[in-house]
């Protein structure tokens, strides 16, 4: 069975702060996907990144950047200089290659305060 | 570019009655899939189509059923509605081949209110 774990259930920071959000996966496959998504507060669910598990390579974009471990089994995401219109849920989430369905971490509310 | 569009945004029912949600997905995306998000809680995987096919099935109640139709949009139907239903409901879709996952784009979602 796949499961993702995101600890913090919430995070605040003054806004020019950094933030980075921890997400940790259980699955059994040798190829899997890892993504993140972003809910604002008027609750659609936008992409923001997916990573295969055969790709390590860090990745940024913007403010944006992500850590993927698979030593530790760890997909972390880290906001640079936050913003108030960053205050979301971030989401992280896991599929199969061949099964598709997302199965979602608990989620981790980022309240960035001005 | 084009998104998945979902209708309609808002459904108030009372309890025991159905509802019917649509979902249309992005053009030429071959796979749907549903997903029940509950106050406060991360997105449950209901079901998904591919080539209107039900390809997996998940925590979906058996008050509840769907498809997808030959121009690639899918209907959930719910049925004898209860006060637990009350839900946002995404669509999402992808383009899905050779058994690869890709990225799963999503719908604004609909809010049911179960009264």
């Known amino acids: 069975a796949q499961k993702v774990t995101q600890a913090q259930t919430e995070i605040s920071v003054v806004e020019k702060e950094d933030v980075t959000l921890d997400c940790v996966y259980e699955?059994?496959?040798?190829?899997?996907?890892l993504f993140w998504y972003k809910q604002p507060p008027s609750g659609e669910l936008v992409f923001l990144i997916r990573?295969?598990?055969?790709?390590?390579q860090n990745e940024i974009s913007g403010r944006y950047s992500w850590n993927f471990q698979k030593s530790t089994s760890s997909f972390n995401f880290t906001i640079t200089a936050s913003q108030v219109v960053d205050s979301a849920v971030y989401f992280c989430?896991?599929?199969?290659?061949?099964?598709?369905?997302?199965?979602f971490g608990g989620g981790t509310r980022v309240l960035v305060k001005p | 570019a084009a998104g998945v569009i979902q209708s309609p945004r808002h459904l108030i029912k009372e309890k025991r009655e159905t509802a019917t949600l649509k979902c249309y997905p992005i053009?030429?995306?071959?796979?749907v899939y549903w997903y029940q998000q509950g106050p406060g809680q991360d997105p449950q995987f209901l079901i998904s189509?591919?080539?209107?096919?039900?390809?997996d099935k998940g925590s979906i109640p058996d008050r509840f059923s769907a498809q997808q139709f030959s121009d690639y949009h899918s209907e959930l139907n719910m049925s004898s509605l209860e006060l637990g239903d009350s839900a946002l409901y995404f669509c999402?879709?992808?383009?899905?081949?050779?058994?690869?996952?890709?990225?799963?784009?999503f719908g604004p979602g609909t809010r049911l209110t179960v009264l």
């Open positions: 999402a879709s992808s383009i899905t081949s050779e058994g690869d996952t890709d990225t799963q784009y």
């Open positions: 699955t059994r496959d040798t190829t899997y996907y």
């Open positions: 189509f591919y080539e209107k096919m039900q390809s």
């Open positions: 053009p030429r995306h071959d796979t």
């Open positions: 989430a896991l599929a199969k290659a061949a099964g598709n369905k997302l199965t």
């Open positions: 990573r295969n598990s055969f790709d390590e």
